[in-house]
């Protein structure tokens, strides 16, 4: 896990967030005994290229049933007859949740913010393994990803009411303001959304489940009910540069990287002390609304845009500045 943060995220969300769900076993076992996985592998396939044969018009009962055969160039009507066919095989073969497991997770539905840009088959088992249909699901595809990859990633989104891909897409920088930017498209996107969730977090394709959804949902309704969970501390002196010297995004024949400048940088708008802390999060619906309208917080974003990894220090900032006010707000009323 080495890029949009994912070196990061391993320790975070496995210790400080405990969000993600229990991997399991998603293959069927067929007639013989072998499992659907190893027959694809014998045959050179992995579940991403099996995810991208499905919808590349191959008949289901080709693609599952005898992976190795070759399917003859389908007609229009048979690929839209193939694709419907295939969502439904795809669901059952991957074991996707199609009803909510408890009325409790239903009562309380989650938000996800999924960066991903490769290693499709990864991401299929991240989405099988988080999916709930009371959840809600924004996809952003890096835009230096293959066409390839992102028609796959399209076609296995519209198997699903609540799967999206991001309105806008950013061409995303390790450390750099792309992949805050690519964040927030989705909290824009996601607070659109008529379906009601409560908490969003956000993972990247690397990332992968520990916890289930009632588990998550029982940790943030009783220990972050009403909070965000996006845990820092007073930038300290050492992580000073990030912020005190200007950084620009390169990207150029299939290599991307930050790098600082000369330029001295001015101090953060609205005299706002700055906190450092993890760029992954569980955040409230109201704390999104937050973020996208208050004015400190826009100007924030618009001065963070030349900073170093500034979703290392965004989050846990406006989350200081929005209890500051809930504590103002809340001594005026009394």
Known sequence: MSLLGCTKSGFVLCLGLSIILLAINNINQLEDGQSIEEEIKECGFYPGELCKALFDGKPAALVVGN???EALPPSREEVSITLQSNCTNLITELHFITTPLSLEEADYPLAYIVTIHKQLDMFIKLLAAIYAPQNVYCIHIDQKSSKTYSQAVQRLASCFHNVFLSSQQETVVYAGFSRLRADINCMEDLVRSALPWRHVINLCGQDFPMKTNREIVQYLKTRWNGKNLTPGVIQPPHMR???????????HMGKS??????????GPPHNITLYFGTAYYALTRNFVEFVLMDQRAKDLLEWSMDTYSPDEHYWVTLNRIQGEIFHISHKTIS
């Open 67 to 69: 992976i190795c055969q």
């Open 241 to 251: 540069y990030r912020t005190q010297a200007t950084y620009k995004e390169f990207v």
């Open 257 to 266: 990287y930050v790098y600082p400048t000369k330029e001295e940088k001015a």
